[in-house]
């Protein structure tokens, strides 16, 4: 007789599973393992730090309340985490939009995005990029934002990404193409690909994993 297939657990299963059964050091380093990420996200649906280090403090209570509701199987933990935040950052998002004051982003928050290095001329042609392309995400309908932020700023996949909005991932795919698209348009609008060096796609301007223009 054939043995039965096995699975592999998911690698945070016994993490989890470790932070359920009161063991204070599994907490202490889920929370190091994916703080990072839950502040950067609800960094780029803020541009505030005080704000993101609330909502990121907000979404662990959460975590920790609900520990006993996650399935292994059903997502990865940084999926589900990122689900519990979802309403806190989708609830700045919209209030921000709401008071216009998304369409402003700080030069502190620039910073933050896109730490300096040794070369200061490359560093301000960066930044301006940067900032050129903030103002664009925040032109584009929220729906369209979001996905964009979180794959392309945020660096998240589809199943994470899809995951944190509740949409399908093919939803997912074809507003991130979408967003894309428009964004495009409206950087060659604003500044003139030709007069500025600008591509003629986004693709260029992002890097998910470290966050933006290079």
């Not at 500044?191 to 003629?200: C, E, F, I, L, N």
Request: charged share 30%; net charge neutral; with cysteine.
């Amino acid at each position: 007789m054939a043995n039965a297939p096995t699975t592999t657990p998911h690698p945070d299963a016994e993490l989890v599973a470790r932070c359920r059964r009161g063991d204070d050091g599994a907490w202490a380093e889920l929370v190091e393992k994916y703080s990072r990420k839950v502040y950067a996200i609800a960094y780029h649906f803020t541009y505030d730090r005080s704000e993101a280090e609330e909502i990121a403090q907000d979404c662990f209570l959460k975590v920790w309340e609900n520990l006993d509701k996650y399935h292994p199987s059903e997502a990865s933990l940084l999926a589900w985490i990122a689900a519990l935040s979802r309403n806190l950052c989708i609830d700045h998002f919209r209030k921000r939009r709401r008071e216009k004051s998304f369409r402003f982003v700080s030069d502190d928050a620039v910073s933050t995005l896109l730490p300096g290095t040794d070369d200061p001329e490359s560093d301000s042609v960066k930044r301006q990029r940067l900032r050129l392309l903030l103002d664009a995400i925040a032109e584009l309908p929220d729906e369209l934002a979001q996905v964009v932020m979180l794959r392309d700023l945020d660096g998240l996949d589809y199943k994470d990404i899809a995951a944190f909005l509740s949409l399908p991932d093919g939803t997912v795919k074809s507003r991130l193409n979408r967003g894309r698209i428009e964004l495009a348009r409206l950087v060659r609008d604003r500044v003139g690909a030709r007069h500025t060096g600008m591509p003629s796609s986004t693709g260029s301007l992002y890097s998910p994993q470290t966050g933006v223009a290079r």
